[in-house]
C-alpha cells in the first residue's frame, strides 16, 4: 500500500507452474524487487532504523573504505549534493555504507535539519533517471527512498545485487512497520490511504 513489492508466495508460485508446466516444475530463484516510490512523506520515517547493522549483510561482503557509487550522477550526490540540486541546500548528515566483495556498492543516506521541498522526490528523479519517476519495470544501478527530511540511495553496477535486494527487503519491513505504527496513531489520516483506488 504505501511501499510497493511484487512478491508472490513460493507455495501460489510452484502450484502456478506445476498446472502450466506439470507435476515436474520447480522454482529455483525467485527475485525480488522493491519499489519506495510510492511512500508518503507524511509518514514518519526515522533515520537511526535503516542504516545495516554490523553483520547483518549477507555472506561474501565486507565493508570497505572505498567509497565506489555505481554511476556518475551518484558520486556527484555523494560529493556535493548542493551543487547538483542547490534548492535542497547542504545535507546536515550524510552516511554511507560501502561494500566490497560479490557486487558490492554502496547504500548513501542524507538528512537534511527540515523538511525537504515538495517535489523532492521529483526532483532527485530527474537528476538520476532523467524523468518525474524511476522507470517502470526497468532495474536500474540507483533506487531512491525519499523521506520528509532525508533520503537514501542504494548505487550497485549490479542492480539486482543479493546484498542490495538484502537491504530493501530490510528496508521495505521497517516501512511497513513504521506505516502501521503512524496509521494507528493518526487513524483519520490513515483513511485516505485505507481507500480503494479507483480505476
Known sequence: MLACA???GMQTLDETLKKQFGKDAQVK???????FSGLAREITMPFERFQFLPGEQPAG???????????????????SWEKVLPSFGAPSQKLIQAYA?????VIMYFRWSGPLPADARK?????????DEKPIGTDTKD???????????WSFAKPLSELKQAH????????????????DANPEKAKKYLQPKKR
Open 6 to 8: 511484487s512478491v508472490l
Open 29 to 35: 530463484t525467485v527475485t525480488m524487487r522493491y519499489d
Open 61 to 79: 561482503y565486507k565493508e570497505s573504505a572505498s567509497v565506489k557509487p555505481a554511476t556518475e550522477i551518484a558520486r556527484k550526490l555523494w560529493s
Open 101 to 105: 566483495g560479490k557486487e558490492g556498492g
Open 123 to 131: 526532483a532527485i528523479c530527474r537528476v538520476l533517471y532523467g524523468k
Open 143 to 153: 533506487d531512491l527512498l525519499v523521506a520528509d527530511t532525508w533520503c537514501m540511495i
Open 168 to 183: 530493501q527487503k530490510r528496508t521495505f519491513e521497517i516501512v511497513n512497520q513504521e506505516a502501521q505504527r503512524w496509521m
